[in-house]
């Protein structure tokens, strides 16, 4: 039983309540997806902005096949996807984000490195990592949100996390 | 395959043990490896290191977008939505006074086939009804009480602006159906603001 299916039908008949219920409850996810995807907290308000506009307008769409909150990831990735085509930002390079911290505390810079390294890791392998790294989505609910199968899920994310090891290798041990 | 490829490869294993993806053989290989390679279980730690800084707390939106999410959803919100309950209960109702101020008056013309012209004759009834009533209302204002009477007066003079405002956009599109509807509510509102005027009066009479 999805824990949303009461809201959802109430924002259905266009409950505005029932639609800030949802958002309240997912706005945290969904916009941590947005800000490890594109390391830009202004860019992640907005993805997060129009991720819940568009589920809003779309919700007569959603027909309980998936939890509201992997429909509304699904929704969530195409913002993000669409938003870093848009911008057509470069990743950022993870030197300059090196040379740009000074001496913060060992977790905090490791974090700072995480999202810089994040951000040159192809599309799909950022999304798997940050689904289920971050939002510790399971690889069922992660699949249906990206339309690939769990076993491409899967491989994608020990891809990503073998990237993510190997750039990060060297600051993950000093600061170890 | 070179070393960095099999560095990576291994990784993925690695990574996949830590997520406990790995049964059978390959669960068997890694364990081996594991017992045997003080590098692979550091590699192991680093990668579970890896996912719990990841996992680490973000904080929310820089503010809260309820707001404007909610300003644009109602922005969105297809007029036609709103507006179609709201017509046809209004046109019901235009039909129903229509046909109350006939019983009070000559019969309005016939009908025409299309919708705008339906309403163009609402309208010319209205009008025409309004007017029949205006001499009787008048009457009516006077018999009232002084603070009902101004009360009375700001509201005639309020629908009495709209409805120029609404003719006066009507010269600009006269086929504009919503155009009529508006206007034929405001004339509705007007009529009932009459008829109160005149059955409060007759009640007034009556009790005195």
């Not at chain 1, 800000?35 to 506009?53: N, Y």
């Amino acid at each position: 039983m999805d824990p949303d299916a009461d809201l959802v039908e109430q924002a259905r008949r266009g409950d505005m309540k029932a639609m800030e219920q949802l958002y309240r409850r997912h706005q945290g996810a969904v916009y941590a997806y947005a800000l490890r995807s594109t390391g830009r907290p202004d860019a992640a308000d907005e993805i997060t902005q129009d991720t819940f506009v568009r589920a809003f307008r779309g919700v007569d769409r959603f027909r309980g096949g998936s939890k509201f909150s992997t429909w509304l990831f699904s929704i969530a990735v195409n913002q993000t996807r669409t938003r870093l085509a848009k911008d057509a930002r470069a990743a950022v390079p993870l030197e300059a984000e090196v040379e740009a911290t000074t001496t913060p505390e060992p977790t905090g810079w490791l974090r700072r490195r995480l999202e810089a390294a994040l951000a040159t890791l192809p599309e799909g392998y950022r999304e798997v990592v940050v689904m289920h790294d971050v939002l510790q989505m399971p690889h069922e609910e992660i699949a249906e949100a990206r339309n690939c199968t769990v076993g491409t899920s899967k491989s994608q994310l020990h891809k990503a996390r073998a990237k993510l090891r190997a750039l990060l290798g060297d600051e993950h041990e000093r600061a170890r | 395959m070179n070393e960095r490829d099999e560095d990576l490869a291994r990784l993925e294993v690695l990574s996949a043990y830590v997520d406990g993806d790995l049964e059978g053989e390959a669960l068997a290989e890694v364990e081996a490896l594991l017992a045997s390679s003080e590098a692979a279980r550091a590699q192991v730690e680093e990668l579970r290191d890896l996912k719990a800084l990841a996992a680490e707390t973000s904080t929310g939106p820089s503010r809260d977008l309820w707001p404007a999410i909610a300003a644009e959803l109602e922005a969105s919100k297809p007029a036609n939505d709103d507006a179609r309950p709201w017509r046809w209960w209004f046109v019901g109702a235009a039909a129903a006074v229509i046909a109350f101020v006939a019983l009070r008056t000559p019969a309005p013309p016939p009908a025409k086939p299309t919708l705008s012209a339906q309403l163009a004759d609402a309208r010319a009834a209205y009008a025409a009804a309004i007017d029949r009533m205006a001499e009787e209302s008048d009457a009516a204002v006077a018999k009232l009480p002084e603070d009902v009477r101004q009360q009375l007066v700001v509201s005639l003079a309020q629908v009495d602006r709209a409805i120029r405002e609404a003719e006066a956009a009507m010269s600009q599109a006269p086929e504009d159906p919503f155009g009529h509807e508006a206007l034929l509510a405001l004339y509705s509102e007007k009529v009932r603001i009459l008829e109160a005027v005149i059955a409060a009066a007759e009640l007034k009479e009556e009790a005195s």
